[in-house]
Structures are given as C-alpha cells and as structure tokens.
C-alpha cells in the first residue's frame, strides 16, 4: 500500500470544485481512496462564520462563565452558542464542551476549527460528512474517498486522523467467525477501516502551515471480509457515553 499527498491545493473558497482541483493535480484509478481534510470541504460548502453571527443565548454565557472560571481565562459565550447550534447533545460540560454533532460524530466544541480560516472566524465541519465525500466521488476517477478531521481520543495524548464521513466503501471489516494463528475462533474483532485510513492519511497530510488537504491511498485492499457501514457506536452499546451522561464535575481539593 503506498499513500502520497496531492500537490499544490490551492486556497479553497465557498464554491470551489473540490473534485476539479484534485483530479487537475493527480492521475487516480479506480480503486484508489481518496482522504480529504474536512477544512477544505467545509470550506469549499461556505460553512464558515463569523462569532458574531451566535448571539449568546443564557445556556452559553452560562457554559463560557464556568469555562472562564475553571480555566482562570476569558471564554467567549459567541463560541459556546456556536457549539451549541452545531451538536445534538452536550455531553460533558466541563472541563471542555465534548458533543455530538448533527451526523452522529462525537468531539470537542462539535469539531469547530478557529485555524486556518482566512475568511472568518470559525469554520464548522461539513452538514453532512458522507453526502460530500458521495458528492466528490462521482467526480472522480476513484470509487472510494474518505472526508478526514483530527480529534482527541480517551485514554490517549494527542489527537489523530478520524474519518467523519465516507463514501464508495464500506466503514468495517468483521474478523468474527475468523481464526487466529492458533485456530481460537475470533468473536469481537471489527475492524474500524476508514479511521484507520485517515489515521494513516494524517502522517502524510501533516499538520499547521505546511499541511496538505489531500491524500491518495493505492493499492489498499478491503479482502473478502463481510463489510458494514456502521462507524458511529449506537447509544445502547455507547457505555462510555451512558457513563458520562450521568457524570458531573466535582471540586477537587482546593477547588471548594
């Protein structure tokens, strides 16, 4: 498998052809799969804003004055309505705003980006991940692409590439009912391929100024697996998630 990043990207506006400006620059095949940052998508769909289009509603001032307080730092409740504007559900509240945004992808403050936006001051993720990434494909020479974020994860440092949305492929392998080397028969092992992909697409994209929004894959093979489109954990099977709904910030030592 060999994956390589797409030259020269321009700027991308509100508008742009997205699919035109990679197949300009790279020759694809069919069975390549494409990974492209949702900065670029989103911008190419205008989702950009500006702080000023969220007027703060009572919800977020009350949120920023908490996050004010706890991080002993000034945080605009324009940010916290956008956030609010942007998820389905509020998570976790403290010590950050951790979310569910409207397609099913859970994140900090709803994936919003204050980088990288030359035109305004928030860019949001893309409305609807896996239409765009469909909306591109049909554009292009290869089946399969892939719209990447980064984010954090639980229990690890660091954030790492994520697939929100998907397109031409399905979103796992399922290794149950397999073998392993010793012949125990595998009953839990699903394979999450598109993050997996994007993981690996974000080491070549790279980050900051010198990032690239566009990466190839070739030569990746699904196999005769059974494949399924499920990425994003139902609430029922969430336990992390259920076990936050019912968790609530304490004051450590000092702190009351």
């Known amino acids: 498998m060999e994956l390589f990043a797409v030259a020269d990207i321009p700027e991308v506006t509100p508008g742009d052809d997205l699919a035109s400006l990679i197949r300009e620059r790279v020759d694809l095949r069919p069975d390549d799969v494409v990974c492209v940052a949702s900065t670029v998508v989103s911008k190419a769909e205008g989702r950009i804003a500006d702080l000023d289009d969220y007027p703060a509603g009572p919800r977020a001032r009350e949120i920023a004055d908490h ?108 290794w149950r009912g397999q073998v392993d080397r010793d012949g125990r028969e595998m009953g839990v092992t699903v394979q999450n391929v598109i993050d997996e992909l994007a993981a690996a697409a974000n080491l070549v994209a790279g980050e900051g100024n010198g990032g690239t929004p566009v990466v190839v894959v070739r030569g990746f093979e699904f196999g005769d697996l059974p494949g399924s489109q499920n990425h994003f954990r139902d609430l029922d099977g969430d336990y992390v998630r259920q076990a936050l709904r019912g968790w609530s910030h304490s004051p450590t030592e000092g702190e009351a």
């Open 67 to 174: 996050l004010s307080d706890l991080e002993d730092r000034e945080k605009d409740p324009r940010f916290a309505q956008a956030v609010l504007e942007e998820s389905v559900e509020i998570i976790m509240e403290s010590p950050f705003l951790l979310t569910e945004t409207r397609f099913g992808h859970v994140g900090v403050n709803a994936g919003i980006d204050r980088s990288n936006v030359p035109d305004g001051d928030l860019l949001l993720l893309p409305k609807r991940p896996s239409e765009s990434a469909a909306r591109i494909q049909t554009e292009l020479p290869a089946d399969q692409v892939i719209v990447t974020d980064t984010c954090g994860r639980p229990f690890r440092y660091g954030q790492r590439g994520v697939a929100i949305g998907w397109d031409g492929m399905p979103a796992s392998r399922d």
